[in-house]
């Protein structure tokens, strides 16, 4: 008797435990079947071949192969899988080769150039007189000559921003406030905590402010974190700390609301960012957009509490949910937010959780030199975890100069900022922030209530989304919002121009709430609007022409 191949032996033993419907036994034998027709054919294409040849005959044809994946792979991800539509990536390849035919090539300069020309003498005129410094003086001046100079260059400040008529910029300026701040500056002028052995007092004050923020945005006993220069390196130490988190390429977000130092990281960091639409209704992320776009790359989706633009708060509670079902990070960005949500239940306003709470959120970047009335050049970021804050961290452990460390991007930083920030929670303390933030938060809200329904009523604009903190953005679609723009800022107010849609928004923020600056706004946009739609043959000009174009070259979608 034969005795049985492996093959017979290895069908007897799996055989009877294999469904009797999908025929096990004749799937088997046809590849069998197919694997010796295989080696039969390739024996036929090697017959007569020495064996170097068929060695370089099978690498040739495996080159060939990979070749042909690569560049099919390459085609079918830049035609269907881009970012970028096919048609938009068209459109900017076409207009690139018209932009580089000699004959068009040199108009465009020149016209770029007097474009620029423009902007700049609107931008920042030239007064009459004045002079410039453009090398170091012979000799060194006195104090008294150097505080007389000093006192001309604040001459050249003419934005009364004290009488609240900024958006944004300035968030406090009390005098009282400033006077502090200046001499605490003073004393910590040389501070500097990259040398943490030499100024202890500094990166005590700097792991204070981190503590109260993590308080303050209810971090548990693991929750951490550093101070940064402002938000956008906030933003960017999260993204970093992310990246090399989960080595991974690729970030989430919502277009056209989530601050523009995302696409910085994406830039710095080499990391993919996915923009995600929010609804054209209400300015909020699109849940289920976002929910598509998560793959298994994906390493963080990004919400705002509120957005820049229009001053709405990302759905918080289903991204948690989301990061959660996904396992990926969540970042909350509230740099502009960070101390007025907190206390705006206080303050008489019902918002949902957006913090540490929710058990999706990993990360929060919050502004000290905004709302929390720090000097600027402030700002926190928090990690639910010291593993998460672990990879934001930079080590250089062989240098010759000794172990190189650094929290963040810069290495020298100004320990005088720093000991300010400290100074300027420690002044209001616990009750002064019940008092002056919950009063603060409660009079920005109002004053943004305010000028949202004035706004409202005002025939020829509409308001953007349902504004929930501190910002009001409002666009048209029966005048040219950019015309609005130019028109508001001749009447020395000075707004935010926006993009896509068209629109300009005022940031509300301590110095607004003086009284009647609310009403005289609402009055005075009320006026331009009027005049504008009677037919002002005035030229859109400056950033607002410069916006209005961008407005006119959209190729989104």
Not at 120 to 144: D, I, W, Y
Not at 308 to 316: K, L, N, R, S, T
Not at 353 to 362: K, R, W
Request: a neutral charge.
């Amino acid at each position: 008797m034969l005795e049985k191949t492996l093959w017979e032996q290895f069908l007897e033993i799996v055989e009877p435990h294999l469904p009797e419907y999908l025929h096990w036994n004749e799937i088997c034998w046809t590849i069998v079947y197919y694997l010796a027709e295989a080696r039969r054919h390739i024996h036929r294409w090697c017959r007569g071949m020495e064996a170097w040849e068929i060695v370089v005959n099978t690498v040739t044809y495996c080159f060939y192969v990979w070749l042909v994946t690569e560049i099919l792979r390459w085609v079918i991800g830049w035609a269907f899988f881009h970012e970028k539509s096919l048609l938009e990536r068209t459109k900017k390849g076409f207009f690139f080769l018209i932009r580089r035919m000699p004959f068009l090539k040199e108009k465009i300069a020149n016209e770029m150039q007097q474009t620029l020309d423009k902007m700049g003498r609107e931008a920042f005129p030239v007064r009459p007189g004045e002079t410039f410094h453009m090398t170091l003086p012979a000799k060194g001046m006195k104090e008294k000559e150097l505080m007389k100079e000093i006192d001309e260059y604040l001459k050249l400040c003419d934005v009364k921003w004290q009488e609240g008529r900024v958006s944004g910029a300035v968030y406090c300026g009390g005098k009282e406030l400033t006077d502090m701040l200046t001499k605490v500056h003073s004393k910590f002028t040389w501070a500097n905590p990259l040398h943490a052995d030499i100024f202890p007092d500094v990166r005590k004050m700097e792991a204070e402010v981190v503590q109260m923020c993590v308080n303050l945005f209810r971090g548990g006993k693991d929750a951490c974190g550093t101070m940064t220069s402002g938000g956008t390196e906030s933003i960017l130490m999260a993204c970093k700390a992310y990246r090399d988190w989960l080595v991974s390429v690729e970030l989430q977000d919502q277009r056209f609301s989530i601050h523009a130092a995302f696409d910085k990281a994406a830039h710095y960091f080499d990391i993919k960012l996915v923009h995600v639409p929010v609804d054209e209704k209400t300015r909020k992320c699109n849940l289920k957009a976002m929910r598509r776009a998560i793959t298994k790359n994906t390493i963080v989706i990004c919400g705002s509490a509120p957005q820049f633009p229009h001053g709405v708060i990302d759905p918080i509670v289903e991204m948690s949910k989301l990061a959660k079902k996904y396992n990926v990070g969540l970042h909350v960005d509230a740099c502009l937010g960070g101390f007025l949500i907190p206390f705006m239940k206080k303050a008489g306003f019902d918002i949902p959780p957006f913090d540490f709470t929710l058990e999706g959120v990993t990360s929060i970047s919050c502004d000290t030199h905004k709302y929390g009335f720090s000097p600027k050049g402030s700002s926190v970021i928090m990690y639910r975890n010291k593993e998460l804050r672990h990879f934001q961290f930079f080590v250089a452990p062989d240098w010759q100069g000794g172990i190189y460390a650094c929290p963040s991007i810069p290495g020298s930083r100004p320990g005088a900022i720093i000991a300010a920030t400290w100074a300027s929670l420690m002044y209001f303390g616990e009750s002064g922030m019940e008092q002056v933030y919950v009063d603060s938060c409660k009079e920005n809200c109002r004053n943004q209530k305010e000028i949202e329904e004035g706004l409202r009523k005002i025939k020829g604009i509409y308001v953007l989304g349902k504004p929930e903190v501190s910002i009001v953005a409002f666009g048209s679609n029966d005048l040219d919002i950019y015309r609005l723009y130019d028109a508001l800022t001749k009447r020395n107010w000075h707004l935010n121009s926006l993009q896509f849609p068209a629109s300009i928004h005022i940031c509300v923020t301590y110095l607004n709430t003086q009284e009647g600056v609310a009403d005289l706004f609402v009055k005075e946009v009320g006026e331009c609007v009027a005049e504008l739609l009677k037919g002002s043959s005035n030229k859109t000009s400056g950033m607002a022409a410069i916006y209005g174009m961008s407005q006119a070259f959209q190729t989104d979608p």
